[in-house]
């Protein structure tokens, strides 16, 4: 019922900035609550931040606190995530997810629609 597609992933030096973006078609993110995921390699998909939209409610992982931020923009129906000082492990798979409802949720199993990933690559 929604599709997720995400963009600007790519190779970057440590220290360095990236803003990805998930735009959403078939239905807008009214009513939704998006999420960005990462799983690097050998390891689980972890979830990295969220964002009621009709709420404006936002929550991270302690992980990524203080570097990376996510918003969003009602009138191209796109969520963001800002990533700054970018780190050696920050490398990965990141997701864009979504999920019907108001309030945040953290686990993978909760998000019943996922983009096709896009990949990070930090460099040191």
């Known amino acids: 019922q929604v599709q997720l597609v995400e963009s600007g992933g790519g190779l970057v030096q440590a220290g360095g900035s990236l803003r990805l973006s998930c735009a959403a078609s078939?239905?807008?993110?009214?009513?939704?609550?998006p999420g960005w995921f990462r799983q690097a390699p050998g390891k689980e998909r972890e979830f990295v931040a969220a964002i009621s939209w009709s709420a404006g409610a936002t929550n991270y992982a302690d992980s990524v606190k203080g570097r990376f931020t996510i918003s969003k923009d009602n009138a191209k129906n796109t969520v963001y995530l800002q990533i700054n000082s970018l780190k050696p492990e920050d490398t990965a798979v990141y997701y864009c997810?979504?999920?019907?409802?108001?309030?945040?949720?953290?686990?993978?199993?909760?998000?019943?629609?996922w983009g096709q990933g896009t990949q990070v690559t930090v460099s040191s």
């Open positions: 997810a979504a999920r019907p409802g108001i309030r945040l949720r953290y686990a993978a199993a909760e998000y019943d629609y």
């Open positions: 078939g239905r807008t993110f009214s009513g939704y609550v």
